[in-house]
């Protein structure tokens, strides 16, 4: 199985910044699409974000307009620039690879924390 790590998580102040990345070990990142999730204290693990092979990309409605996946199919890692946090936004995030199915084909790092805090 696809194994992925991680970074970039922090604390930042409302209005701000953070580019996470994750990396995922394996040959097969380039066939599928790939995925952020978030998950905060108490609440189920949300799909943030995705971006397809072919470079579409779909996000949740409360981040459209302010957060942008990307993918280096060369480097096998995707991005995750996040602007103008807010406090919901806090979570951590995990990303895994989906089929066109939605089933996940990964298993789930550790994550990175995000925390949006004044």
């Known amino acids: 199985q696809v194994q992925f790590v991680e970074s970039g998580g922090g604390l930042v102040q409302p209005g701000g910044s953070l580019r996470l990345s994750c990396a995922a070990s394996?040959?097969?990142?380039?066939?599928?699409?790939m995925a952020w999730y978030r998950q905060a204290p108490e609440k189920q693990r949300e799909r943030v974000a995705t971006?397809?092979?072919?470079?579409?990309?779909a996000y949740l409605n409360s981040v459209k307009g302010r957060f942008t996946i990307s993918r280096d199919n060369a480097k096998n890692t995707v991005y995750l620039q996040m602007n103008t946090l807010q406090p919901e936004d806090t979570a951590v995030y995990y990303c895994?690879?989906?089929?066109?199915?939605?089933?996940?084909?990964?298993?789930w790092g550790q994550g990175t924390q995000v925390t949006v805090s004044s």
């Open positions: 971006a397809a092979k072919d470079g579409t990309t």
């Open positions: 394996g040959s097969i990142f380039s066939f599928y699409t």
């Open positions: 895994n690879a989906i089929d066109r199915f939605g089933r996940l084909q990964g298993s």
